[in-house]
């Protein structure tokens, strides 16, 4: 029964799915239809009308398209963020069709604001349009036709699909500021309510904010579903630390299950370690970011679940839906039908998708239907191949990631390279984050490793050289010798830190590098987490008076 369903469900995908597959075969048609479209809700836009652009009635699009600024978020932020979004304008449900007044980006009314605590920088406000969200419907329609069509033989449907609630501190006191609370909401309605047949885990997910709460509640849905066939998450991180929770609480899970699982699957709960291939037997699919500083991870979880198709997923953001995974396509194509995409190469010179070349690397420049013209949303790809004239592009990672507290200039692409050269065979989690206290030096954190962290600190430190600006900050003494901490609990203490701060779960991303100095607060916690026996110092007044 629930096979024909998954088979008519298909069949109502397949509009989505025959419409993209007719642009791939001209993508330069595709990208000029586009174009054309988000150019007129530029020209009809406050910030369109703004720029009072030179009208030239026998220019080219292209011509006036190049008129356009290239711009930053920090460049639109005033007419990205309405002042009074945080109070008097805030949405309780995505749904709801109120437009927020003010000058705009968009002649469409805006749905509502969704926040993105992006990689580097301050929280960023993106303002969402019906015609963004039916951008987002798009992609997710192309995607799960794809899977159903060319991927594993689904039989159950069972699907849990990423929750990112506002996991806060009762302690702390943050104020609403609305937007999307379940990943789901980026669809349409009459999609969601599809899905709504099938999702395991329960909307009141969605309103927990205590992080352990969550992890135990999601835990117990998990658990009680032997059926689940598809676990659709962001980091691969998210899931190892919720098997991790599973394991550690293993016992007050079981109690809680009660008569809700089998005999059978509470002893299978108590092996050691847990066999989670007989845990969720007809699980055939995971779907999760595996490029760049994920595929590690990645890796592991497809170590974990042998048999289980761990496919990674396509470039999105906040901002847009850029690229999909294609089964048929072997790689990820770029959303054209939806997307305008412009492609920026070293020597700063901009390119449109027909004009991209094999194997070459880019910065990605956007322009979507939710009023964000020419934008560098700070993605970098390479054009790995090309499918039906379309080229593919693999994520690379972020443009310009650079942690630079004295000049050492460390990049992700350098300190992945000389994380993987040190050999942390049994290491899981491993992120380098930059430290000001007491004086200014690098702390490596890991979840496990064979060897004693100062052995790893010294070999460290020795990779790093390899840099000149690093070598030259460490020799004239500007940078003390690299740290490292090593516990278990890092990974579960980091997202609880940074829920806490208002961030949600779905936005957290495992970095390699982190480029904002690590706070004293966290690093207090980190260091007793690595070090139980420590006790954190309470400075004294001339202590303080010194350190200014």
């Known amino acids: 029964m629930m096979r024909s369903i998954i088979k008519l469900f298909c069949f ?86 109120t437009s927020f007044p003010g000058k705009s980006l968009t002649p469409e009314p805006i749905l509502f604001y969704e926040k993105t605590s992006g990689s580097r920088g301050p929280a960023k406000w993106i303002p969402y349009t019906q015609s963004l969200r039916s951008s987002f419907n798009s992609m997710f329609c192309v995607w799960v036709h794809d899977l159903i069509q060319n991927g594993p033989k689904f039989q159950t449907g069972k699907f849990y699909f990423c929750i990112s609630p506002q996991l806060k501190d009762p302690q702390i006191v943050t104020e609403n500021a609305g937007g999307l609370a379940d990943d789901s909401e980026y669809l349409d309605g009459w999609l969601r309510a599809l899905l709504s047949l099938v999702l395991v885990a329960p909307p009141r997910l969605k309103h927990l904010q205590d992080p352990d709460e969550f992890k135990e509640q999601l835990s117990l849905e998990l658990l009680c579903e032997d059926r689940l066939e598809a676990i659709s998450i ?22 809680k299950l009660g008569h809700k699982i089998s005999r059978h699957r509470s002893q299978l709960l108590r092996q050691s370690p847990i066999p989670w291939t007989e845990i969720w037997p007809k699980l055939k699919l995971i779907s999760c970011w595996d490029s760049s500083h994920s595929r590690e991870q990645a890796e592991f979880l497809r170590k974990l679940f042998p048999g289980v198709m761990v496919q990674g997923k396509g470039l999105l953001a906040t901002e847009a839906p850029m690229t999909i995974p294609l089964i048929a396509a072997q790689g990820f194509v770029p959303l054209l039908n939806e997307v305008f995409f412009e492609f920026e190469d070293d020597r700063r010179q901009i390119y449109k998708l027909h004009e991209i070349k094999l194997k070459e690397e880019y910065t990605l420049i956007i322009s979507q239907k939710g009023g964000l013209y020419r934008y560098r949303i700070g993605d970098r790809i390479r054009v790995s191949h090309f499918y039906h004239k379309t080229p593919c592009l693999e994520f690379l990672g972020r443009d310009r990631s650079i942690s630079d507290l004295v000049g050492e200039k460390l990049s992700e692409t350098f300190v992945k390279t000389v994380l993987e050269d040190i050999s942390l065979e049994t290491t899981f989690f491993k992120t380098l984050v930059p430290v000001t206290q007491p004086v200014a030096h690098y702390l490596l954190l890991l979840d496990e490793a064979q060897e004693p962290p100062e052995a790893i600190a010294q070999r460290l430190d020795r990779a790093l050289m390899r840099s000149p600006h690093y070598r030259h900050a460490r020799l004239l003494g500007q940078l003390a010798p690299p740290r490292v901490f090593i516990s278990k609990k890092i990974p579960h203490a980091l997202i609880r830190y940074q829920t806490q701060s208002g961030k949600k779960w779905g936005d957290l991303k495992p970095e390699i590098l982190a480029t904002a100095p690590l706070e004293s607060q966290l690093l207090q916690e980190l260091e007793t987490l690595a070090n139980p026996r420590f006790i954190p110092e309470v400075p004294s007044d001339s202590q303080l008076c010194r350190s200014f």
């Not at 993209?20 to 406050?46: A, G």
């Not at 009208?55 to 920090?74: C, R, T």
Request: contains cysteine.
């Open 234 to 255: 962001w980091s691969p991180s998210f899931l190892k630390v919720l098997l991790d929770y599973m394991e550690t609480h293993r016992e007050s899970l079981i109690e």
């Open 12 to 97: 109502l995908l397949g509009v989505y799915a025959h419409k993209f597959s007719q642009s791939l075969k001209n993508p330069r048609r595709s990208q000029r239809s586009v174009q054309q479209e988000i150019y007129r809700n530029f020209l009809c836009s406050d910030y369109g009308k703004s720029l009072d652009l030179t009208s030239d009635s026998k220019a080219s699009l292209n011509e006036q398209w190049n008129q356009i600024p290239v711009v930053n978020y920090e460049d639109i932020k005033d007419w990205m963020e309405p002042a009074h979004l945080a109070s008097k304008w805030e949405l309780e449900e995505p749904n709801n069709q």
